[in-house]
């Protein structure tokens, strides 16, 4: 299996061409691309510069002295491989975002991955960069290799807080048990006739009607 050709759309799904036993099959993805598929596009951008001789190449003699904004400047977003053996190659397409806000197509000049006559200096990294994005569409075609899009999840409307309030605690009915000794010293008191001083003041023992009763009947 190969893939022939693999284009990145305007909404960062894919379609793509590859070719097996079967014939050609050309697959139109509904899902979003990963990001390791635009990173792995984005390696071609700097071979566009040099193929088209874009002002950003001038002077340059590596891939990767591009300006830091070069992806603010151009995109790649497809390329078409074609040809067999040394005729093998692969035509970049894209685009080049001007200063007018305008956008200028651009198509790369279709160069060779390993003929000795082609004159780009830079085959064999184009041609790496390529099986790197033949790669990234193979997962996505094949693999299911999709961007995850986390989604939002609904809130419950915001209520106003309500006021808690503790419940009314009775009071206790407490029965406090009495005591044998002292009820036994308050009935002694009770029936003597002996007056007790206290702090200066003299407190005479209580009658009980009963005893009164037994007095007067005396």
């Known amino acids: 299996m190969e ?7 305007k909404d960062n799904t894919l379609v793509a061409t590859y070719s097996d036993e079967t014939g ?17 596009f984005k390696e071609l951008i700097p071979h566009m510069a ?9 002077g340059k003699l590596s ?7 070069i992806e603010s400047i151009l995109e790649v977003s497809g390329y078409t491989v074609g040809g067999d ?6 035509t970049l397409t894209g685009k080049r ?32 960069a390529i099986e790197a994005c033949s ?15 986390q989604q939002e999840l609904p809130f419950a409307e915001e209520q106003s807080p309500v006021e808690v309030q503790a419940d009314a605690i009775p009071e206790a009915d407490i029965t406090v048990p009495e005591n044998p000794d002292i009820a036994a010293f308050q009935k002694v008191m009770d029936e003597s006739k002996v007056t007790i001083e206290v702090n200066g003041k003299q407190i005479k023992p ?9 007095q007067l009947a005396s």
């Not at 893939?3 to 990145?8: E, G, L, R, T, Y």
């Not at 040099?50 to 001038?58: I, P």
């Not at 305008?102 to 082609?118: G, H, M, Q, R, Y």
């Not at 790669?135 to 899009?149: C, H, L, M, Q, T």
């Open 97 to 128: 975002f001007l200063k007018s806000n305008k956008v200028l197509n651009l198509n790369a000049p279709f160069t060779k991955f390993a003929d000795e006559n082609e004159d780009y200096q830079f085959q064999f990294e184009l041609e790496q």
């Open 24 to 40: 050609t099959v050309t697959v139109e993805g509904k899902n979003l691309v990963t990001n390791d598929l635009i990173n792995a």
């Open 206 to 214: 209580r009658r009980s009607h009963r005893s009164k009763t037994t």
């Open 85 to 90: 053996g040394d005729s093998r190659g692969v």
């Open 50 to 58: 040099f193929l088209c001789e874009l002002k950003e190449a001038d």
């Open 135 to 149: 790669y990234e569409v193979n997962e996505y075609i094949f693999n299911k290799k999709w961007k995850v899009v």
């Open 3 to 9: 893939i022939k050709k693999a284009k990145v759309t």
């Open 63 to 69: 891939l990767d002295e591009m300006p830091d904004n």
